[in-house]
């Protein structure tokens, strides 16, 4: 997963309907273009399904010299049944789709650690602004007897 990929906009929906069509689909290996048309829809935040793919491999197996070389890792790992691997079951695929939200969550919310330092910094600055004036006050007129 590359650092900060679920931050992107339109990242966490996009990852999401990726996971569901690879999971519950006949198809275990998907192409480009099969996404595409599956979802009627390129990602909003990457420049193919690939690519996005490309940047959560906690999710995805890619083999770039295969025409459908897209698939789940969870479903790929499955053992096979009359030569195919099965859809996930909705519960499983539910799983995925939960880890997928708390990972989004997870970023998030270390982007903004930033954000909580903002009471602090106004704090300390409005501290300084009165600590500074009272410094000027007693200079131009004394200290009070």
């Not at 689909?25 to 399904?49: C, F, K, N, Y």
Request: net charge neutral.
């Amino acid at each position: 997963m590359s650092k900060g990929a679920y931050t992107k906009a339109g990242r966490l929906s996009d990852v999401i309907a990726l996971i569901q069509v690879l999971a519950l689909d006949q198809a275990t290996h998907r192409s480009q273009a099969g996404i595409t048309m599956e979802l009627q829809e390129v990602p909003e935040s990457a420049d193919s399904w690939m690519a996005l793919a490309q940047e959560h491999r906690e999710f995805f197996r890619i083999d770039t010299e295969a025409e459908h070389g897209l698939s789940l890792v969870a479903r790929h790992v499955l053992p096979r049944e009359q030569g195919r691997r099965p859809p996930l079951s909705p519960d499983f695929t539910g799983t995925l789709v939960q880890t997928a939200i708390t990972l989004h969550d997870r970023q998030v919310n270390a982007a903004d650690w930033w954000k909580s330092l903002v009471p602090l910094w106004a704090a300390l600055i409005g501290g300084v602004f009165g600590t500074a004036s009272t410094l000027i006050t007693i200079w131009f007129k004394g200290c009070p007897k």
